[in-house]
């Protein structure tokens, strides 16, 4: 799905290709994805699917330095 303001895809997609063209990216806080966000300037939603490993680490530190936010652990 995508459009002016949204974009979904249900596919492996490179974090690059995404996040070259978005302002926001929400994910797990993994540290591919944030090491990426951070990389590209993007502003960070992370929802920590697993706090016990790096997701909570990394969602945490992404707010620390008022990159992104961080939410609960779903």
Same mark, same amino acid.
């Given at each position: 799905?995508?459009?002016?303001? !949204? !974009?979904?895809?249900?596919?492996?997609?490179?974090?690059?290709?995404?996040? =070259? /063209?978005?302002?926001?990216?929400?994910?797990? $806080? $993994?540290?591919?994805?944030? /090491?990426?966000?951070?990389?590209?300037?993007?502003?960070?939603?992370?929802?920590?699917? !697993?706090? !016990?490993?790096?997701?909570?680490?990394?969602?945490?530190?992404?707010? =620390?330095?008022?990159? $992104?936010?961080?939410?609960?652990?779903?």
């Amino acid at each position: 799905f995508k459009s002016d303001e !949204f !974009f979904i895809h249900d596919r492996p997609l490179c974090h690059q290709q995404l996040l =070259e /063209h978005v302002d926001v990216v929400v994910h797990q $806080g $993994g540290s591919g994805i944030s /090491h990426m966000a951070i990389f590209h300037e993007t502003v960070s939603v992370v929802m920590p699917g !697993f706090p !016990f490993i790096d997701q909570g680490f990394w969602g945490r530190r992404i707010q =620390e330095l008022n990159l $992104g936010v961080c939410g609960r652990s779903i």
